[in-house]
């Protein structure tokens, strides 16, 4: 049987910061309110010069360095985004150009943020099924561009990044060892895009918290583990309450649970790929330990996938 793992990460987020006190002076609302309801303090935007390929090409670039492969090497790209340039040709195509990962077959995978659990969840499938060797998992999002900057209900949520990983094969007993993946279409109303995000907040509270703690459940369940066993929570980036919520039905203490949404507030399918690097940099995650990722997005969907560190 073949292990599949996370073996390379990148992350990339833009240079400008929106702080909450920017917002008060475009909109009518208040630091105050955005840090105790959400817990995010700012933001990251991208400039006109900076489309989502372009920030996935950064965040790819690292994780292939990171990886020590050639990009050659790489047999899949899987681009988990809601904001690519275009509808065609994908972010994945376009990095498979600019990466020149020529032997690579390439898509974009649209599960708003829960996209990085469905890329990660599909690249394992196809290792240890021997298919493939390598997979570049991209999680990535400008929603400035589909933000509609007088809505304050969603304009104080949103930040643009990119985070990357490179699945291939790890040793016995590393690697995923189970992922939890699901849709409730009959909540799509509750947040979709025509030309801007719309929401309703409450009903995607109520469903997140919902969720995000029974994914985390069963995907330690999946893993054969007990909760016990988990050493550390990498919750998608949507809100400090929320991501408390998970963090609680795992009994897990506060230093156990990455938090970097008071830094770039809810960047979708970014979110867990950037703060998995940020927790690698923070030495935080060492080998051995065991890692749940969970996320919930529009759709809706909702995804874990649970790792024991190492390659
Ligand atoms: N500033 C000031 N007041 C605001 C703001 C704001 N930015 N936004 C809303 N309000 C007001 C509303 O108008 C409303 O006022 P009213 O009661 O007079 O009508 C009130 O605040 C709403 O208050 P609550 O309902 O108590 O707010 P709540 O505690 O539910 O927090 C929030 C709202 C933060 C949106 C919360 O519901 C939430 O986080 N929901 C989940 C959202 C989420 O995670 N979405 C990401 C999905 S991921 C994806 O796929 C992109």
Redesign the pocket.
């Known amino acids: 049987m073949l292990n599949a793992g996370i073996i390379g990460v990148g992350r990339y987020v833009p240079e400008k910061v929106v702080k909450n006190t920017d917002l008060e002076k475009i909109m009518?609302?208040?630091d105050e309110?955005?840090r105790t309801?959400?817990g995010i303090e700012e933001r990251r935007i991208a400039g006109d010069d900076m489309d989502t390929s372009d920030m996935a090409f950064e965040a790819a670039k690292n994780a292939i360095e990171h990886a020590g492969i050639s990009p050659k090497e790489i047999d899949l790209i899987l681009v988990a985004t809601v904001t690519p340039d275009q509808p065609f040709p994908t972010v994945a195509c376009m990095l498979q150009d600019r990466l020149g990962a020529t032997n690579a077959a390439a898509m974009d995978i649209s599960a708003?943020?829960a996209g990085f659990m469905y890329g990660l969840a599909t690249a394992q499938q196809f290792i240890v099924s021997g298919t493939y060797r390598y997979v570049l998992v991209v999680g990535v999002e400008k929603l400035s561009k589909i933000t509609d900057w007088s809505d304050?209900?969603t304009a104080?949520?949103f930040g643009d990044g990119a985070g990357a990983a490179v699945v291939g094969p790890v040793s016995e007993g590393r690697g995923i060892l189970a992922f939890d993946l699901g849709a409730d279409g009959s909540g799509g109303k509750y947040?979709y895009q025509d030309r801007y995000?719309h929401?309703n907040?409450?009903e995607?509270?109520k469903f997140?918290v919902r969720q995000m703690g029974e994914s985390c459940i069963r995907v330690i369940e999946k893993a054969g583990l007990s909760k016990e066993d988990v050493d550390f929570l990498i919750p998608h980036q949507?809100?400090i309450r929320?991501m408390e919520s998970a963090r609680q039905r795992l009994e897990l203490p506060v230093e156990k649970m990455s938090k970097t949404v008071h830094k770039y507030g809810?960047t979708?399918a970014a979110s867990i790929p950037i703060s998995l690097v940020e927790e690698l940099e923070a030495g935080k995650i060492k080998d051995d330990q065991v890692i749940v990722m969970v996320g919930f997005?529009?759709g809706l969907t909702w995804g874990a996938v649970l790792l024991r560190w190492g390659r």
């Open positions: 009518d609302t208040s309110w955005i309801r959400t708003a943020c304050r209900n104080v949520l947040l995000i929401m907040g409450r995607v509270f997140a949507a809100n929320i809810n979708s997005g529009g």
